[in-house]
């Protein structure tokens, strides 16, 4: 195998790394180091997207179990704690059997690894029924801590065509704390909904302030902005004015700020928040300063 720090130089050369690393089932840390060096060599071809895929392929083969085995017997302490382990034990988890996810779970002895079969096993779940996967999300988490494999899951948590985001959101403790998993999956909900449907994600959210911070409202905005920044402009000055506002319009205020400096300086002054208003046009000039000095 070629050494951790060498060069790559063909194509062939990368192809026949991966066909060795997947004969063997899996990679070394040897081998992460050597992916995470290629990576990082700017203006040559990555391996790593590449590699994922051949590790995904051999997930689903044939072979599928020897490999799943192998990964959770690996005692390399280096290949365990790379960003690679974490991704191929979500594809691990997102195609394997529930009996499969069981004895993996068992057999990783860990709650590291025990955390990422189980996201990757809830995010499969939501794509067939968001309100079962959000029941197991707290059923089988506290959700105090918010952890890298819980963030991964809350990317690819998919709503469902069929779901409802007012039951959904029923389902999700109320929380006070800003970054607990409960809060999270609140914003990453609110956003997702906001993209489908501002109007009714605006009137529920301002309808259940006592089941939303106010710092939900960037979310709602994100969601919202997929719509284009006049609609999003649009809509935010249709809130009535207070704390959920002031929040939204923050957002907002980050978006246009640097094309349009005069015209967020305007939505600035409609902030009723002193210091958030203060921080805001700061901002602003932040942005125009640096537009101008390139």
């Known amino acids: 195998m070629t050494k951790p720090g060498a060069r790559l130089k063909t194509t062939q050369e990368q192809g026949e790394l991966m066909r060795e690393t997947v004969d063997r089932l899996l990679p070394s840390s ?45 005692n390399d302490s280096e290949y365990q704690n ?51 996967a959000v029941k197991s999300l707290f ?43 409960a809060s999270e999956m609140r914003e990453k909900l609110v956003f997702s909904w906001g993209i489908d449907d501002p109007e009714g994600a605006t009137q529920f959210v301002l309808g259940n302030q006592e089941r939303f911070d106010p710092g939900v409202m960037r979310s709602l905005a994100s969601g919202v902005s997929a719509k284009g920044v006049k609609a999003t402009v649009e809509w935010v000055q249709d809130l009535p004015p207070g704390r959920y506002f002031d929040a939204a319009m923050d957002l907002v205020i980050s978006m246009i700020g640097e094309r349009y400096p005069k015209e967020a300086r305007e939505l600035v002054n409609q902030i009723s928040d002193p210091a958030l208003r203060k921080a805001c046009f700061s901002r602003v000039d932040n942005m125009q300063s640096e537009s101008e000095s390139r």
């Not at 391996?47 to 020897?66: C, G, N, Q, T």
């Not at 988890?93 to 990422?116: L, N, V, Y």
């Open 82 to 132: 790379s960003l690679y382990y974490k991704s191929w034990m979500e594809f691990a988890s997102k195609d394997c059997t529930a009996e499969q996810a069981a004895w993996m779970t068992e057999a990783a002895g860990d709650p590291f690894s025990a955390r990422i079969l189980a996201t990757g096993q809830l995010c499969q779940l939501s794509r067939v029924d968001s309100a079962a």
């Open 139 to 181: 059923e089988r988490f506290d959700g105090k801590e918010v952890t890298s494999e819980f963030g991964n899951m809350l990317d690819s948590f998919s709503l469902g065509e069929d779901s409802d985001p007012k039951e959904l959101e029923k389902l999700i403790p109320v929380s006070k704390a800003k970054d607990d998993l």
């Open 30 to 74: 040897e081998l992460v180091e050597l992916l995470e060096t290629i990576s990082a060599d700017e203006g040559r071809p990555s391996i790593a997207f590449s590699f994922e895929y051949e590790v995904k392929l051999l997930l689903r083969s044939d072979r599928a179990e020897e490999a799943l085995r192998a990964l959770v017997a690996s």
